[in-house]
C-alpha cells in the first residue's frame, strides 16, 4: 500500500481544514487506517483510526469533539475533518495503515504516507 497524504496549510485558529490520503494497492479496504502528527521536537503521536469497514472509530482525546475520521473504500481514501483548530494542532500529519484492527500505537502502523504540514495561527 503506497499512502499519498495532502490537503494541509496554513489556517487561523477557529478554522476548519480537511485532510485526505489517497491509497494504491488492492489492499485498501483490508486495511485499518490512522492518522498521526509529529510536532518540531517532539514524538509521533496518533490522532485518530478508523476499522477496515469504517463502522469503528477511535480518538485521541485532543482530537474528540474537533476532528472526524472518514474513509471511502470506492475511492481508496481516508480523510480527517478538522474543526476548531488551534495552534496546538500545528504538526505534519501522516496517514498510516495496517492489517487487521485499528490501533493507536505507530509502531503498529505498517505502511506510511509522506506526511503533510498543517500550520494553525493564533
Known amino acids: 500500500v503506497q499512502l499519498q497524504a495532502s490537503g494541509g496549510g496554513l489556517v487561523q485558529a477557529g478554522g476548519s481544514l480537511r485532510l485526505s490520503c489517497a491509497a494504491s494497492?488492492?489492499?485498501?479496504?483490508?486495511?485499518?487506517m490512522g492518522w498521526f502528527r509529529q510536532a518540531p521536537g517532539k514524538e509521533r503521536e496518533f490522532v485518530a483510526a478508523?476499522?477496515?469497514?469504517?463502522?469503528?472509530?477511535y480518538y485521541a482525546d485532543s482530537a474528540k469533539g474537533r476532528f472526524t475520521i472518514s474513509r471511502d473504500n470506492a475511492k481508496n481514501t481516508v480523510y480527517l475533518q478538522m474543526n476548531s483548530l488551534k495552534p496546538e494542532d500545528t504538526a505534519v500529519y501522516f496517514c498510516a495503515a495496517r492489517d487487521g484492527a485499528l490501533y493507536y500505537k505507530p509502531e503498529f502502523y505498517t505502511y506510511w504516507g509522506q506526511g503533510t504540514l498543517v500550520t494553525v495561527s493564533s
Open positions: 494497492g488492492p489492499t485498501f479496504s483490508g486495511s485499518a
Open positions: 478508523i476499522s477496515r469497514s469504517g463502522t469503528s472509530t
